[in-house]
């Protein structure tokens, strides 16, 4: 399957300079230092390519929801980090748009590197500003806008949408590699198509529940969203993480699983945990003690899938062409509640000849840190958290929309080096 939009491999851009949207929106220590480089790993594909056709890279991105100029959310450490990931001198520019932006990004040798400053201490970023759009088309000086941030292409800011007014733009290899991913997987999957649902709210997932239940053959729930989901069911979930008000919700998710396998197949094909980890607390030091579902005590906590639960979702992974995981099936930031998080990595990471998906930030990060090759067992590890939910839906992304159509003629105004 070809991708649908023009890349930055099927245009001409030999020693052009080139602005590159990143999300170098990266977690961050409360000494302000970077908690985890993923994306700024994830984005060096791209650069390095655009490095090795002789072109000058001015790279922007946001960090964090600053209101206004925020000095501790400068792009200064992730230009920093990247210098070091690059192993070669990244310039810096304090400014985004403007003279002295432009100045800095002129006077970069051929052939650099240079990082703007955080995007969203302009209040025009966020508002899709076409004036700002074009002011930062203007200050870099570029022949092309190269679209990488994947995971900020959800949303229509000036840096994703307005800014392809002005530039001819196209897809960078970390966007074209989710998005081929991403779509290829959820519309031709190999199948048995076996979906893992997780993490904190069902709300926050209701149209990729959804979408499951038309696409997958198996849909595994854990983690908090199984309490919501074994509470609809009624059964006891003590003091859990639950959803209130989600009985219509999951009304229609079982109306369409029936529709689907029909009434007496629901439950083998939504599949909920059996047995749970429950603790008294949520500490290091609470201990966990398995139950099934039906013997949850009023003081119980569940934080993870128990054990014949994990037997069952082993089990049903090793039969899966493809599995597509989204959602900690536990209280994964502490290890004695990893342990459903962990096997369902391990089952994966052992079977390379099924294709596994993961998307959603904590879930990610979490299987990073699991890895011993940092991700590089999974087939892919998405470095977006909504825009792999709305992808992943079937929605549409401006970022990507935005961006030109594949086979289209590529015009640009040819402007002379410096
Ligand atoms: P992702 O970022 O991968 O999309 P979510 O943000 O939806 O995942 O969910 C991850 C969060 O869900 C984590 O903070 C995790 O602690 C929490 N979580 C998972 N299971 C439970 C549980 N049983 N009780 C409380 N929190 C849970
Ligand atoms: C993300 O981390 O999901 C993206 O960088 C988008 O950030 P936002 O949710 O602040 O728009
Ligand atoms: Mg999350």
Redesign the pocket.
Known sequence: MTFYKQTIKTVPLEGATVLLRA?Y?VPLKSDGSIADDFRIRASLPTVQYLLDNNCKVVIMS?L??PEGNDPKLSLEPAALRLAELLSRQVYFVPETVGDRAKMAVKRAPKNSVVVLENLRFDEREEANDAEFAKQIAEASGARYFVQD?F??VH?AHASTEAITHFLPSVAGLLLEREVSMLQGVMEAPKRPLVAVMGGAKVSDKIALVQRFIEVADTVIIGGAMANTFLSYKGHGVGKSKVEDNQKATLDAIYEAAAKKVGEENVDSFLILPTDVAVATEISPEAGRKVVPVDSVGAEDIALDVGDASIAAIEAKIENAATVIWNGTLGYAELPNFANGSAKLAEALATQPATVSIIGG?DTADFVQHWDPKEGASFTHVST????SLELMSGEKLPGVESLLDAGGKVEYTEIKEA
């Open positions: 999300d929106n946001h964090g929801r941030g995971g900020v949303r930030g977006g958290g909504g825009a």
